[in-house]
């Protein structure tokens, strides 16, 4: 397993180890030991499959309350994945990362709890896992708007773009509540 900071060190892209023969294949897709000596040392409580067609876009989301952290991998498709650092007081707040996933590498992306996430779908469809360490709060959950100019994210798809009402709704950076002590 190969582990690297992306242009924002607290997220991490994970290059597990992937085994094939004739078969197929085999990935270990979480283990606590293993990831806990790359400082992802965390307990997950939930586990969340979305299948989402091309051009979809979801987020960017974040919990003020109950902050997760989350292990996204792409099990069938592709996706252009993204964290946003909503941490006040680090060195990256408001800046963003995004990084390409896709089911047939099987590599991960690691957005730690005080960051905003999102991906947008590039393939005909996606099949995307995310372990959370977290329960999700529905009372808790803000949409930062995937679109604000001040986060400086290059979409790959910028036509026909398939959106929630809530992500359609999202706030710009400028205006969301944001982690003070995350």
Not at 42 to 62: A, E, K, M, W
Not at 118 to 124: D, Y
Request: hydrophobic share 35%; with cysteine.
């Amino acid at each position: 397993m190969h582990v690297s900071p992306t242009t924002i060190p607290d997220v991490l892209l994970i290059q597990p180890d992937v085994y094939g023969d004739e078969r197929g294949r085999f990935q270990e897709i979480w283990n606590k030991g293993r990831y806990s000596e790359h400082e992802i040392d965390t307990d997950f409580v939930q586990d969340n499959v979305s299948r989402s067609i091309q051009g979809t876009l979801r987020g960017l989301h974040y919990q003020l309350e109950q902050p997760q952290g989350k292990l996204v991998q792409v099990l069938s498709g592709e996706i252009f994945d993204v964290g946003v650092d909503l941490r006040r007081s680090s060195p990256s707040f408001g800046k963003s990362v995004g990084v390409h996933l896709d089911g047939e590498s099987g590599n991960q992306l690691w957005i730690p709890a005080g960051f905003a996430h999102g991906f947008q779908v590039l393939s005909e469809t996606a099949d995307v896992l995310y372990k959370c360490t977290d329960f999700y709060l529905p009372s808790a959950e803000r949409t930062l708007l995937w679109s604000d100019s001040q986060l400086k994210i290059d979409w790959p798809l910028q036509t026909e773009l398939i959106l929630s009402e809530k992500d359609q709704k999202g706030l710009p950076l400028s205006e969301v509540e944001v982690f003070e002590n995350v």
